[in-house]
Nanobody, 125 residues
């Protein structure tokens, strides 16, 4: 089992920045990828960014590439999402997730089997 706890959400004006954090505990050595996903009201959950758990390979949704950066502190078991130049359409509940699937599609939420409780990000215009 893997436990994930997000923090760092909040309200910000358009153009601002936020950094989300996700602390992992439990059997993290079994995970292959970790990622950030989001879900806005009335919309499906979508992949934002993902990272290979023990390497530097990263993946981004086209809508956030160049503005968001995913990173990790492997020793501290913390996953980060730096979000810059935020837009109102980035408003959503953001979730941290981990998967034990060997070769998943990194941004497909169906491939992830561990989820945090989510942290709300609200961007006002």
């Amino acid at each position: 089992q893997v436990q994930l706890v997000e923090s760092g959400g909040g309200s910000v004006q358009a153009g601002g920045s936020l950094r989300l954090s996700c602390g992992a505990s439990g059997n993290t050595y079994s995970t292959t990828y970790m990622g950030w996903f989001r879900q806005a009201p009335g919309k499906e959950r979508e992949g934002v960014a993902a990272i290979f758990r023990t390497g530097r390979s990263t993946y981004y949704a086209d809508t956030v590439r160049g503005r968001f950066t995913i990173s990790q502190d492997i020793a501290k078991k913390i996953l980060y999402l730096q979000m810059n130049s935020l837009k109102p359409e980035n408003t959503a509940m953001y979730y941290c997730a981990a998967t034990t699937t060997p070769w998943p599609a990194p941004l497909d939420p169906r491939n992830y089997n561990y989820w945090g409780q989510g942290t709300q990000v609200t961007v006002s215009s």
